[in-house]
């Protein structure tokens, strides 16, 4: 069987829930040996199936790039849809960072406090924070006691607020920029704004600009309306996390009107508030990536491979007609520099629309422009 033949049937029998077929299925000749042997112990004995961490990662190593994203997804169904068998192994969700597996604890670490931000009479302003919930988060665990932080602080919850502030103002001007710029002649005279689309998103076409344009005004309102900020700062997670969001698209029509279907959940990592850098030394690049997040969580963003030599770094997802359009099979490898994200608009401009950081970069570099 080819490796897409085992994954088609895998994920159809699980689908399914035909425990015959699981029963009869031939470990042998599967890529997924471990996992199909697992399943199928657990359906006969209706116990929980502890696996051990090394087995899942070397079964994912042997793959090349262009399958292990489909093995992740097939985990990543698993962990969902059979809750006990996966709590011997945790799989960790696409959020705009590498997809990776945890193990859990034998015994649980205790459930870190709910807290509320305090800092002196400081409060979140255009967002709502929401302590971690192992319930609602079950695919991260948290740290033990002696690694947790405290409640965010006054300069930790002014840091965020103006960050927001600052992140919402330059997607504000983008779409401006934007909407100038959308009846403008396009073959000569191209203005500055022109030439940063171009390098952002390639080479002028009037759908896709429309797209772009669109996005932008999404993304306006996703700001507008602020995010839950979900503190992960004490979980293995958060730990090492910046920050990240799942991929959604928030859009609607309401009343004839562009509208929001909900608002973006943001993990908030310890990276995102680390340092001793201030504030304005810092802000360009956190504006970005809160853009970059967001997009992931409004207008359903991907992470694109990079383009190096003007051949993929890796092969992304080519089908038009699929959710995951233009991601990489490893989102760890990704487009997110400023010379990547251009050079990615020059080579793919169809992929360049829908990749996150390119939203992010094209706004840093309009708000630069604005000198704020």
């Known amino acids: 069987m080819t490796h897409q033949q085992v994954f088609d049937e895998f994920i159809r029998m699980a689908k399914a829930e035909r425990e015959k077929s699981f029963l009869k299925f031939n470990e042998k000749t599967s890529c997924l040996k471990h996992m199909v042997i697992a399943l199928r112990d657990d359906i006969r004995t209706k116990n929980l199936t502890k696996i051990r961490f090394e087995q899942i990662r070397n079964t994912l190593e042997l793959k090349s790039p262009k399958d292990s994203r489909k093995y992740q997804n097939a985990l990543n ?24 597996l945890r ?65 919402k103002y330059a997607v504000e001007v983008s779409r401006d920029a934007l909407i100038r710029v959308n009846h403008a002649n396009w073959v000569t005279n191209i203005n500055p704004d022109q030439q940063l689309y171009i390098d952002f998103f390639g080479a002028y076409n009037q759908d896709r600009f429309k797209r772009v344009l669109n996005n932008y005004k999404v993304l306006y309102l996703a700001f507008q309306n602020g995010p839950k900020i979900i503190d992960l700062r004490n979980t293995i997670y958060g730990k090492t996390c910046y920050a990240a969001c799942f991929r959604h698209d928030l859009r609607t029509i309401r009343d004839d009107r562009l509208a929001l279907k909900g608002k973006v959940d943001m993990f908030l990592g310890r990276s995102f508030l680390s340092g001793t850098s201030s504030y304005k030394s810092s802000t360009d690049s956190t504006v970005g990536t809160l853009i970059h997040e967001f997009s992931h969580g409004a207008i359903n963003a991907v992470d694109a491979p990079p383009v190096i030599g003007g051949v993929w770094q890796l092969i992304p997802n080519l089908d038009p007609n699929d959710k995951d359009y233009g991601a990489s099979p490893d989102n760890s490898v990704q487009a997110s520099t400023t010379k990547l994200d251009k050079d990615l608009a020059a080579f793919a401009p169809a992929i360049a629309i829908r990749n996150a950081d390119n939203y992010g970069q094209f706004a840093s570099a309009i708000l630069m422009r604005s000198g704020k």
């Open 77 to 100: 169904y698993v962990a969902i849809h059979w809750p006990n068998w996966n709590r011997g192994v945790r799989v960790m969700p696409q959020v705009g960072v590498a997809s990776q």
């Open 103 to 167: 193990t859990t604890p034998r015994t649980p670490p205790r459930v870190p406090p709910r807290v509320r931000p305090t800092g002196m009479g400081i409060v979140p302003i255009g967002w709502e924070y929401v302590s971690y919930n192992r319930r609602d988060q079950p695919w991260t665990a948290p740290l033990t006691p002696p690694e947790f932080l405290p409640e965010l602080n006054k300069s930790e919850i002014t840091r965020i607020n103006e960050s927001l502030k600052r992140a």
